[in-house]
C-alpha cells in the first residue's frame, strides 16, 4: 500500500450508491463534495484518526488507481470535515474502476513527395 508523508493523508475513495430513500444513483452523477476512508496519515497530519470518514471537495487532492480501487492523497488543509452520520456512512462504497483502458495508435504517417 501507500504510507502518507507531510500533511498529506491516503484515503480510500467512497461514492453513495443509493439515496436516503433508496433510489439507486446513477454512475455518471457527481456530487459536490467526495468522502474517504482514511487509510494513512502523514507525520505532520494533526487531529485525523485512522478509518474515519473524510468529507473533501471531488477534486480535492491527486486521484490514484492501485488494481481496481480509487484512493486519493489530500493535503489536511483541503478536508472540510469528519463525517458523523451513521446512516450516510452505511450507504458510502468504495469506488471502484471497472473499464479497460483504451488504448490508442497514432495514425501512420504518409510522406507526399
Not at 487509510?39 to 488494481?67: C, P, Q, W, Y
Not at 450516510?88 to 473499464?99: C, D, H, I
Not at 483504451?102 to 501512420?108: D, L, S
Amino acid at each position: 500500500m501507500i504510507e502518507a508523508i507531510d500533511d498529506k493523508i491516503i484515503v480510500e475513495y467512497l461514492k453513495a450508491t443509493e439515496t436516503k430513500s433508496g433510489l439507486i444513483i446513477p454512475e455518471g452523477a457527481q456530487e459536490p463534495q467526495g468522502y474517504g476512508k482514511v487509510l494513512s496519515i502523514g507525520n505532520k497530519v494533526e487531529g485525523i484518526k485512522k478509518d474515519t470518514i473524510l468529507v473533501f471537495h471531488v477534486r480535492a487532492g491527486m486521484d490514484m488507481l492501485i488494481g481496481s480501487k480509487v484512493y486519493k492523497c489530500i493535503k489536511q488543509d483541503e478536508i472540510y470535515g469528519v463525517l458523523k452520520d451513521k446512516e450516510l456512512e452505511g450507504r458510502l462504497k468504495p469506488l471502484e474502476f471497472t473499464a479497460k483502458p483504451k488504448i490508442v495508435t497514432p495514425p501512420e504517417k504518409k510522406i507526399i513527395v
